[in-house]
């Protein structure tokens, strides 16, 4: 995809939640925007060890953070802390501590409880920056363990600032990755950390992830969301049209023009096929999905309205239409080995989540033959995410596969044994795959969901929610004034 489609691209999505990215056409789409553009009236920075386990490294870094003391008395003995905790994708912004959809379920519950908040912005990510480039050698301290260290170190200044006794209680907070982070924390330091609340957090750590593309599957056919199965057997049936034409000359050349490919023979190929087809050949927004949205095609009703309107030819032609008006008509160029220098620049600074998943939680997003992958199966196989670790930080597939069990024996993945986690997960969000569905044990309570997105429960209260998610943010609520009130 060219940099011009894929802005378009971008500009085209709605419905937008904070969460972990995720792969199109060679790109990660974060599902979720923010205002950053510079220096924030309202930002404060504290000074940070590059390395909490080596005494040998004595480099530091600004670490940026926020505080909302609107809530806080400042006169209880055992004082509420509620910690927003920072991860991946674009910058934390002043909305973080009172509108936004990192973490508004503790802000709307700050009040009850007189707490004082802060959100943690994690290290590489926005302007809490160690280096200016994002080389392979400048990455090797961009990982969980030390985001972890950033959070103990953040404790004892903050309490030193704030002058917080002891017993101060800290609950932890966050969706996706920093819900991940969030429930760490308390696993790591049970005597920092009282509480936490891990909303769609997938601890799970794996190489091949075909769950997120199953339940993919299983969210555009569920009608309470407005799918069908009428419009999965649309997207099923289309892509393996499009599997059957890229075995052929004549078909690829006839997708190339069907789907408006910018340079004739770009299919030849087989690498660029993945590229076109293995994430599917349109966007589904299964993991923000916002049955509120307004604008064309941005959730699975108004998308499956389209591809099953039988009027517009067959599901591959419906398929195609989707496709250009996701692109507003321009022409699209898949090209493995121009993603392959793009993600192999140290200038580029998405290089920051690929790293973590490639040397520590993996998630490959697969559509592999014989599973529910509603996509052209067998294109996108864990081979082309090892491929891409290795051309662009020279790490072995044994090394990555490695790191990534050695995540799962170091936290527990989803058997993570701790206490006062709650583990929250959205119906149809893709990420449950991997996340806590199962109470590990009798202190760590689960809650499903139905028909929500990627932690949409942390999204700031409307009207327009379905009455599952208010339901979801109450019983979080009463979880956490429970633990509080012991």
Known sequence: MTALTFTVLAAFLCAMVQGIPHWFQGKM?????????????????????????????????KQRYF?????????????????????EGPPMDRSVLTASAHCNDMVELAPKHGAIMFALEHRYYGPSRPFDDYSTEHLQWLNTEQALGDIAAFHTFISKKFNLPANARWVTWGGSYPGMLAALARLRFPHLIYASV???SPLQAAVDMPGYNNVVAESMADKDVGGSQACLDAIVAGHKDIGEQLKTPEGRSALETTFNICKPGTLEDPKNQEQFAGDGVVYLPVQSNDPACTTPYCDIAS????????????????????????????????????MIKFWSSPKNLDRTWLYQTCTEWGFYQTCETGTNCPYTQGLHTPDVDLDLCQQAFGFSPDQVTEQ??????????????????????????????????????AEEPVLLVPGASHHFWTHPSLPTDAAPVNEARQAIWTQVSAWLAL
């Open 67 to 87: 505080v909302n003391e609107t809530q806080w008395t400042g006169t209880s003995e055992s004082p509420v802390v509620f910690l927003c905790v920072g991860g």
């Open 303 to 338: 998308i499956c309205v389209l591809l099953t309107n039988e009027t517009i030819g067959t599901p591959t032609a419906r398929l195609a239409n989707l496709a250009s008006i996701q692109h507003m008509g321009a022409c699209t160029q898949p090209d493995y080995d121009g």
């Open 198 to 200: 891990s909303s769609s």
């Open 29 to 61: 789409i974060h599902d979720h925007t923010s205002n950053y553009n510079g220096a924030d009236q309202n930002e404060s920075f504290f000074v940070q060890k590059l390395d909490h386990y080596n005494r040998a490294v004595n480099g530091t870094f």
């Open 404 to 441: 990534i069990n050695f995540a799962n024996s170091i936290y527990g993945g989803a058997n993570i044994q701790s206490s006062r986690i709650m583990f929250t997960n959205g119906q149809i969000d893709p990420w449950r795959a991997n996340g806590v569905a199962v109470s590990p044990n």
